[in-house]
């Protein structure tokens, strides 16, 4: 893919932050991908009146389980770092796997391509597909969707 292509729509300056996606995950599904990024990236971990003093440098899959069954919940999210490149996770439902990243932070083909492959490792660890779209509306732009080691390119003006 062309870089000036990818800066001119995926990571075109819009103020909006773009939105990665996995539909219908199960709680083992989540488990899986802190396992992940555990694992495999730098990350801090916050949820507010826990360890907001302190962030943590791994996510609690446990304690994610039993926050998800409160009523009234305090804000909990994670960063994984890829490299300058901040994936936001705020754990907003069970039931989606969602990640924000921030346009300007790709600043090169090579960035892209960093991002691409988290992609690809959580498309493979999940089984399922991962999609790049602009930040929440109505009907968003897919930019690019992810199974395996497969990553397609939507149409893009």
């Known amino acids: 893919m062309d870089w000036e292509h990818l800066q001119k729509t995926v990571y075109r300056r819009d103020g909006a932050l773009r939105d990665i996606y996995v539909r219908q995950v199960s709680r ?10 555990n694992r495999d990236y730098p990350v801090h971990w916050v949820v507010e009146g826990y360890n907001e003093e302190t962030p943590a ?11 998800w069954d409160e009523r009234e919940r305090t804000s909990a ?21 969602e ?8 600043q090169s083909l090579e960035d892209h391509e960093r991002l691409m492959q988290y992609l690809v490792a959580v ?15 109505e009907d968003p732009q ?14 893009l003006p």
Not at 58 to 63: E, K, L, M, P, V
Not at 85 to 95: N, S
Not at 142 to 155: A, K, P, S, T
Request: negative net charge; glycine residues 2%; aromatic residues 12%.
């Open 28 to 37: 083992a599904d989540w488990a899986t991908w802190m396992a992940l990024v």
């Open 77 to 97: 999210q994670a960063t994984v770092f890829l490299e300058q490149i901040q994936v936001k996770c705020y754990f907003f439902a069970d039931t989606e796997l």
């Open 123 to 137: 498309s493979l660890a999940l089984g399922k597909e991962v999609i790049l779209t602009e930040e929440t509306v």
């Open 57 to 67: 440098s791994r996510i609690d899959a446990d304690f994610i389980a039993h926050w």
């Open 142 to 155: 897919v930019f690019v969707r992810v199974n395996g080691r497969n990553i397609h390119y939507e149409e």
């Open 99 to 106: 990640n924000d990243i921030c346009p300007t932070e790709i």
